[in-house]
């Protein structure tokens, strides 16, 4: 049974830095791409950061990109998320989430294509 556990959300100023972790069994983690995504209050959920199983590709939603940082450390399962100057618009309940399809070329980013999630972490930006 795969199981995938989000860790590291919390409150914090605008302009500030978190870390989300989210760590993951019951699957080869190094054969899947994951993902965050995201879903705000009265909001669908979207895309923010992908990374391919190998760790050779990442992909980024454009509100997020040269703030946000994607990584994995195969050898421990687990998929990182780094997030820099953060505003209030990047809070948001975050999920982490696997592909359905191992070893894909490219990192999606419809939540259709990811068939495990996680039970989320808050992220509140306030000052």
């Known amino acids: 049974q795969v199981q995938l556990v989000e860790s590291g959300g919390g409150l914090v100023p605008p302009g500030g830095s978190l870390r989300l972790s989210c760590a993951a069994s019951?699957?080869?983690?190094?054969?899947?791409?994951m993902a965050w995504f995201r879903q705000a209050p009265g909001k669908e959920r979207e895309f923010v950061a992908g990374?391919?199983?190998?760790?050779?590709?990442?992909r980024y939603a454009d509100s997020v990109k040269g703030r946000f940082t994607i990584s994995r450390d195969n050898d421990k399962n687990t998929v990182y998320l780094q997030m820099n100057s953060l505003n209030p618009e990047d809070t948001a309940v975050y999920y982490c989430?696997?592909?359905?399809?191992?070893?894909?070329?490219?990192?999606?980013?419809?939540?259709?294509?990811?068939?495990?999630w996680g039970q989320g972490t808050q992220v509140t930006v306030a000052s």
């Open positions: 990374i391919k199983w190998s760790g050779g590709g990442t």
């Open positions: 989430a696997t592909d359905r399809q191992s070893r894909r070329i490219v990192v999606l980013t419809t939540s259709d294509e990811y068939d495990y």
């Open positions: 019951g699957r080869t983690f190094s054969n899947y791409a």
